[in-house]
Protein backbone atom coordinates (compact mmCIF):
# COMPACT_ATOMS: atom_id res chain seq x y z
CA UNK A 1 0.00 0.00 0.00
CA UNK A 2 1.25 3.30 -0.45
CA UNK A 3 2.70 4.65 2.38
CA UNK A 4 3.40 8.81 2.73
CA UNK A 5 6.49 9.32 4.36
CA UNK A 6 6.98 12.03 6.62
CA UNK A 7 5.75 15.89 6.51
CA UNK A 8 8.77 18.57 7.09
CA UNK A 9 6.90 21.60 8.70
CA UNK A 10 8.67 24.77 10.58
CA UNK A 11 9.02 27.65 12.40
CA UNK A 12 8.19 30.77 10.62
CA UNK A 13 6.50 34.65 11.43
CA UNK A 14 3.47 35.85 10.32
CA UNK A 15 2.94 36.43 6.72
CA UNK A 16 5.95 33.79 5.52
CA UNK A 17 5.66 30.69 3.82
CA UNK A 18 6.83 27.34 3.94
CA UNK A 19 6.52 24.41 1.66
CA UNK A 20 5.61 21.33 3.07
CA UNK A 21 6.14 18.30 0.79
CA UNK A 22 4.46 14.44 1.44
CA UNK A 23 6.85 11.97 -0.07
CA UNK A 24 5.45 8.37 -0.58
CA UNK A 25 7.04 4.55 -0.88
CA UNK A 26 5.25 1.75 -1.85
CA UNK A 27 3.40 2.64 -5.06
CA UNK A 28 2.41 5.98 -6.62
CA UNK A 29 0.28 8.72 -5.93
CA UNK A 30 -0.62 9.35 -9.09
CA UNK A 31 -4.19 9.24 -9.51
CA UNK A 32 -4.38 8.69 -5.79
CA UNK A 33 -6.65 11.37 -3.61
CA UNK A 34 -3.67 12.73 -1.49
CA UNK A 35 -4.95 14.79 1.12
CA UNK A 36 -3.79 17.39 3.61
CA UNK A 37 -4.74 17.83 7.35
CA UNK A 38 -4.23 19.47 10.16
CA UNK A 39 -5.31 19.44 13.95
CA UNK A 40 -4.58 21.83 17.15
CA UNK A 41 -4.95 20.60 20.34
CA UNK A 42 -8.28 19.59 21.51
CA UNK A 43 -9.71 19.77 18.40
CA UNK A 44 -10.26 17.07 15.42
CA UNK A 45 -7.91 16.75 12.46
CA UNK A 46 -9.06 19.10 9.64
CA UNK A 47 -8.77 18.22 5.88
CA UNK A 48 -7.41 21.40 4.21
CA UNK A 49 -6.75 20.66 0.77
CA UNK A 50 -6.32 17.41 -1.16
CA UNK A 51 -5.97 16.46 -4.94
CA UNK A 52 -6.58 13.65 -7.56
CA UNK A 53 -5.81 15.45 -10.34
CA UNK A 54 -4.76 18.91 -11.87
CA UNK A 55 -8.56 18.93 -13.07
CA UNK A 56 -9.63 17.75 -9.78
CA UNK A 57 -7.84 20.01 -6.69
CA UNK A 58 -9.61 20.80 -3.43
CA UNK A 59 -9.21 23.68 -0.28
CA UNK A 60 -11.14 24.60 2.29
CA UNK A 61 -12.47 28.32 2.47
CA UNK A 62 -9.86 29.19 5.34
CA UNK A 63 -6.91 28.15 3.01
CA UNK A 64 -7.91 29.30 -0.67
CA UNK A 65 -6.07 32.00 -1.97
CA UNK A 66 -3.14 30.94 0.57
CA UNK A 67 -2.50 27.26 0.13
CA UNK A 68 -1.74 25.60 -3.34
CA UNK A 69 -1.22 21.63 -3.83
CA UNK A 70 0.35 20.43 -6.43
CA UNK A 71 2.21 17.38 -7.53
CA UNK A 72 5.30 15.71 -8.72
CA UNK A 73 4.90 12.73 -10.26
CA UNK A 74 8.61 11.99 -10.81
CA UNK A 75 9.11 12.40 -7.61
CA UNK A 76 6.24 11.02 -6.19
CA UNK A 77 5.79 13.74 -4.01
CA UNK A 78 2.56 16.21 -3.41
CA UNK A 79 3.40 19.53 -1.97
CA UNK A 80 1.72 21.66 -0.27
CA UNK A 81 2.69 25.72 -0.46
CA UNK A 82 1.59 27.69 2.37
CA UNK A 83 1.92 31.19 2.39
CA UNK A 84 0.72 34.15 4.28
CA UNK A 85 0.69 32.25 7.11
CA UNK A 86 -1.01 33.09 10.04
CA UNK A 87 -0.80 32.32 14.06
CA UNK A 88 -4.16 30.41 13.59
CA UNK A 89 -2.44 28.33 11.04
CA UNK A 90 -0.48 27.06 13.72
CA UNK A 91 -0.79 23.04 14.08
CA UNK A 92 0.11 19.92 13.34
CA UNK A 93 -0.04 18.86 9.58
CA UNK A 94 -0.53 15.48 7.75
CA UNK A 95 -0.60 13.92 4.68
CA UNK A 96 -2.74 11.04 3.59
CA UNK A 97 -3.81 9.21 0.54
CA UNK A 98 -6.70 6.52 -0.17
CA UNK A 99 -8.96 5.98 -3.01
CA UNK A 100 -9.62 7.99 -5.79
CA UNK A 101 -11.94 10.63 -3.96
CA UNK A 102 -11.17 13.33 -1.42
CA UNK A 103 -14.62 14.14 -0.13
CA UNK A 104 -16.98 12.08 1.60
CA UNK A 105 -20.97 12.45 0.88
CA UNK A 106 -20.92 15.38 2.90
CA UNK A 107 -18.14 17.17 0.43
CA UNK A 108 -15.89 17.67 3.16
CA UNK A 109 -12.20 16.42 2.98
CA UNK A 110 -12.80 13.94 5.36
CA UNK A 111 -10.29 11.67 7.68
CA UNK A 112 -12.98 8.66 6.54
CA UNK A 113 -11.82 8.51 3.26
CA UNK A 114 -8.27 8.30 3.63
CA UNK A 115 -6.32 5.11 5.38
CA UNK A 116 -2.60 6.15 4.60
CA UNK A 117 -1.41 8.78 7.05
CA UNK A 118 1.68 10.24 7.57
CA UNK A 119 4.06 11.21 10.34
CA UNK A 120 2.65 14.75 11.28
CA UNK A 121 4.88 17.55 11.38
CA UNK A 122 4.80 20.55 13.47
CA UNK A 123 4.39 24.53 11.56
CA UNK A 124 4.36 27.04 14.52
CA UNK A 125 3.61 30.81 12.81
CA UNK A 126 4.68 33.03 15.72
CA UNK A 127 3.10 36.91 15.75
Known amino acids: DVQPAGVWGGLVQAGGSLRLSCAASGGALDYRAVGWFRQTPGKEREGISC???????YYVDSVKGRFAISRDSAKNTVYLQVNNLQPEDTALYYC?????????????????????WGQGTLVTVSS
Open 96 to 116: ATGGNYCTDRSDIISTSVFNS
Open 51 to 57: IVSLDDL
